[in-house]
């Protein structure tokens, strides 16, 4: 389980990189849900690591590297060998990956016809075309309740 400080760490270094990104830039995935994303399929444990060919905090695939761009890090070209996995591993530019993919595939998956961090969840873990299906108990009981405390949280601050 993710500690409250580990989650506090996170959610700065990805509003940094969602600050410091270009204005005309979609974003559609807030920082809360790529918090809860990266709670309940890494536990946000930013060591650099791949398992199953999913790398990083937000388990990364190359296709969804591809689909997004070959997005990397610095000046690095994407045709380089580790191009993938240094993007994968940097908190940066694998939240800007999940980004350009939600842009690209960002769908209501649960039919309440709105498109929100549910949504991007299920099409993050289960891919686009398969959304629709139910996700594995683990990831969406961790995701969901993630989400229920920063909803909490963010009425305790109102």
């Given at each position: 389980?993710?500690?409250a400080k580990n989650l506090v760490c996170l959610s700065i270094i990805l509003a940094v990189?969602?600050?410091g990104a270009k204005a005309e830039q979609k974003r559609p995935i807030t920082e809360t849900c790529?918090?809860?994303?990266?709670e309940a399929l890494s536990g946000c444990n930013a060591t650099a690591v791949c398992v199953n060919g999913a790398c990083g905090i937000f388990r990364l695939t190359w296709d969804q590297w591809v689909d997004s761009g070959r997005l990397t890090v610095g000046e690095e070209p994407p045709q380089s060998e580790n191009s993938f996995t240094n993007c994968a591993n940097d908190p940066y530019c694998s939240a800007d990956t999940l980004q350009n993919y939600m842009v690209k595939y960002g769908q209501d998956c649960n039919g309440d016809e709105q498109v929100d961090c549910y949504d991007y969840g299920a099409i993050h873990y289960m891919g686009p075309f398969n959304c629709q299906a139910d996700m594995p108990y683990n990831y969406e009981s961790i995701f969901k309740n993630c989400l229920k405390r920063a909803k909490k949280q963010q009425q305790q601050q109102q």
């Amino acid at each position: 389980m993710t500690t409250a400080k580990n989650l506090v760490c996170l959610s700065i270094i990805l509003a940094v990189g969602v600050a410091g990104a270009k204005a005309e830039q979609k974003r559609p995935i807030t920082e809360t849900c790529l918090v809860c994303m990266c709670e309940a399929l890494s536990g946000c444990n930013a060591t650099a690591v791949c398992v199953n060919g999913a790398c990083g905090i937000f388990r990364l695939t190359w296709d969804q590297w591809v689909d997004s761009g070959r997005l990397t890090v610095g000046e690095e070209p994407p045709q380089s060998e580790n191009s993938f996995t240094n993007c994968a591993n940097d908190p940066y530019c694998s939240a800007d990956t999940l980004q350009n993919y939600m842009v690209k595939y960002g769908q209501d998956c649960n039919g309440d016809e709105q498109v929100d961090c549910y949504d991007y969840g299920a099409i993050h873990y289960m891919g686009p075309f398969n959304c629709q299906a139910d996700m594995p108990y683990n990831y969406e009981s961790i995701f969901k309740n993630c989400l229920k405390r920063a909803k909490k949280q963010q009425q305790q601050q109102q």
